[in-house]
């Protein structure tokens, strides 16, 4: 039984691993190499656990599918830098890896049960509490984060982690009671939690491999993005005839700017989209108002900063001031300002954050 169990466990490892490889094409970022680091140090962990004890104990499979959820857990959000979750990571790697070695090498007396489970397991929990308290202060110390209009999918992305941490410090609690069971009860605990970790271990690979947070639907979160970008032709407020018409006039105003481009004209204003919509330029305004959440002057300004982005993205060597002249703006201050309205950082910091791999796109 520990055999079949221990092959589970290192066929999901592996499983994840490749997948991890086929789906990066390349692009080898901090986040890439914490996922690496939860899967190939689970593969590693189960396998110096048989060259030391085998078949593998069931208690040493539980520890070790444990540590590797555990790198998940800790998996930064789309708006933390991966630094410090990446030296966690490592930590908390190395631990188990050390934990291993130190009672392998002892003498067979010294079991691989509880005293394994308890070293390993307070490292380990010393490494996430000292993890979560450093991203707290990180926080709360950029208050301005709170009031972008990105807040909501941040905070959605911060809740989603805690639920997953406390069914996480739930499950591994059991953990520390079936070491504690003498005779077969210990061993059937164990084997629920070990089935528990394997369930909940490829959740939080895919969360961190996605970008999605599992907390609701795929259509509910991009609705949410959507919101957030100024695009709500996903959504319906077709509560009356005259949401309808607004509606369907956002969504020529959307296709328009999309196909042709007019912000990138510096002079582009309201009476012109206004003319080029057939509408007055106070419907125009009420709509955008309403539908991007944004006015005039910051709806435009949003979509120059998506096209210098994309700018940034083909060629990260251009300079900010042709980025900012090619993207419609008049100015490089102007420029400047409203790039960090929308991203949270100055151009110069986006860039460099895109070619070190720590910006998520």
Not at 16 to 45: A, P, Q, V
Not at 179 to 203: E, F, H, K, N, T
Request: contains cysteine; hydrophobic residues 50%; charged residues 20%.
């Amino acid at each position: 039984m520990t055999i079949i169990l221990t092959s589970l466990v290192l066929i999901e490892f592996v499983f994840f691993l490749c997948y991890d490889f086929r789906i990066s094409k390349g692009d080898h970022s901090k986040r890439f190499w914490i996922r690496i680091i939860s899967s190939f140090s689970g593969m590693l962990c189960v396998s110096l656990e048989n060259i030391f004890v085998f078949p593998c104990p069931l208690y040493g499979l539980v520890t070790d599918v444990a540590f590797a959820a555990a790198v998940l857990i800790i998996y930064p959000c789309s708006f933390e830098k991966p630094d410090l979750a990446l030296r966690a990571a490592l930590l908390l790697a190395v631990s188990c890896i050390a934990s291993i070695l130190f009672f392998g090498l002892l003498p067979r007396a010294a079991a691989f049960r509880l005293e394994r489970l308890v070293v390993a397991g307070s490292a380990g929990l010393v490494v996430l509490m000292t993890f979560s308290i450093a991203s707290a202060i990180r926080k709360l110390s950029s208050v301005r984060a709170l009031f972008r209009n990105n807040a909501v999918w941040h905070g959605l992305e911060d809740y989603s982690r805690s639920v997953y941490s406390l069914v996480f410090l739930c499950i591994s609690s059991f953990g520390f009671i079936a070491a504690c069971i003498p005779g077969d009860a210990g061993l059937v605990v164990a084997s629920v939690v070990l089935a528990l970790l394997l369930a909940l271990y490829p959740v939080l690979y895919l969360r961190a491999a996605s970008g999605r947070t599992f907390a609701m639907s795929r259509a509910s979160e991009d609705k949410i993005k959507d919101m957030i970008k100024g695009n709500l032709r996903t959504s319906y407020i077709e509560k009356t005839e005259e949401d309808k018409k607004m509606n369907n006039l956002y969504k020529r105003i959307m296709a328009y700017m999309t196909e042709s481009k007019p912000y990138l004209d510096p002079s582009f204003n309201m009476p012109a989209l206004a003319e080029k919509m057939y509408t007055n330029k106070f419907y125009l305004s009420k709509t955008i108002n309403i539908l991007s959440g944004r006015n005039f002057r910051q709806f435009v300004n949003y979509h120059r900063i998506q096209y210098a982005i994309g700018l940034f993205k083909s060629d990260p060597r251009l300079k900010v001031a042709e980025v900012a002249e090619f993207s419609g703006f008049s100015s490089s201050v102007s420029f400047n300002m409203a790039f960090k309205i929308n991203t949270g950082k100055t151009p110069s910091a986006w860039v460099q954050d895109y070619v070190s791999g720590t910006e998520v796109l």
